[in-house]
């Protein structure tokens, strides 16, 4: 019975999410629109924040959870930052010739 309310509560939360992620994604480009913001910025700056956020999250509760935490923080926040970078150049290499 226990797993069935797990099961539950992730698919509620999940549901959140999306519903949430939509809400975000029509008010940024209705905000941007507005300003006459292009569309090639709205993308990049959702796509940033979408991949930002949770790890500023993490840190925040992680510094505010253990006294020692600046050290993982600290490697956390480089690490993102390595892989996106890295993701964000390699897979557009791979898909098409330099």
Known sequence: MNQVVDILLVAIC??????GAEWLMTGAVAIAEKF?????????????????L????VNVAFVLLDNNGS?????NALGTNFVNIGLGLGIPALLISL
Do not use: D, M, Y
């Not at 949770?54 to 999250?57: G, K």
């Open 54 to 57: 949770p790890t500023i999250a």
């Open 14 to 19: 999940l549901l959140f999410l999306i519903l």
């Open 36 to 52: 006459r913001v292009s569309k090639l910025v709205i993308a990049t700056t959702l796509v940033a924040l979408g991949t930002g």
């Open 71 to 75: 050290e993982a923080v600290l490697g």
